[in-house]
Each structure stands twice: as C-alpha cells, then as structure tokens.
Nanobody
Framework: EVQLVESGGGYVQAGGSLRLSCTTS????????IGWFRQAPGKEREGISC????????YYEYSVRGRFTISSDNAKNTVYLQMSSLKPEDTAVYYC?????????????WGQGTQVTVSS
C-alpha cells in the first residue's frame, strides 16, 4: 500500500520560512514523481510543484517560483518543499501526492495534508 505523510506545517509571519516534508512508503521511489498541492479555504486544489525522482526534473507554478524549492532525498524516500518569503496568500492545506508523471491530471496517491498559515 502506498503511503505518504506530510509534516512541517505551522503558523508563520509574512516573510518567514517553513520546510515541508513528504515521507513515502510502498512505492518504488525512483520510478515515481512527487507533487505538492495546496488548497485554500473556498478555492480549488492547485498543483504548485513537482519533482521527478528518475531524472531530477522539477516544476514550479508561477506564484511560488523563486520562493519555494523542491528537493528529494532518495535514501530516505522523502521529498521536501522549502518555502521562503511566505505571503498570506500562501495560507492553505498542503498535500503531497505520488504518481508516474508530473503531467498526470489526477495523482493516484495522496497524503493527509499539513496546514500552513501565514499572517500579515
């Protein structure tokens, strides 16, 4: 069974930083991609970043590019999202998800999410 667990969320002031972690199990880590998604109250879930563990390719949505960095530690089957220069509009529940391609429309496996709250 594929399992993903997010951690690292919290409450920070605007301009602060957080590092989210996504630990995975039950999958062949190098054959999968890990995406980060977020959902703010009253809004649809959106993809913000993705990393391919086989070739190292990364993707960032425009709103987070230059502020967020995705990385992976294959030895730990873990993907990180370093979040800097946080803004109130970054407030959301953040999820990690696994599938075979970053272009997949509907990722197959999801974590439970971690709350990120950014105050003005």
């Amino acid at each position: 069974e594929v399992q993903l667990v997010e951690s690292g969320g919290g409450y920070v002031q605007a301009g602060g930083s957080l590092r989210l972690s996504c630990t995975t199990s039950g999958l062949t880590f190098d054959d999968h991609v890990i995406g980060w998604f977020r959902q703010a109250p009253g809004k649809e879930r959106e993809g913000i970043s993705c990393i391919s563990n086989s070739d190292g390719k990364t993707y960032y949505e425009y709103s987070v590019r230059g502020r967020f960095t995705i990385s992976s530690d294959n030895a730990k089957n873990t993907v990180y999202l370093q979040m800097s220069s946080l803004k109130p509009e970054d407030t959301a529940v953040y999820y990690c998800a696994a599938d075979r391609s970053c272009s997949t429309r509907y990722f197959a496996s999801w974590g439970q999410g971690t709350q990120v709250t950014v105050s003005s």
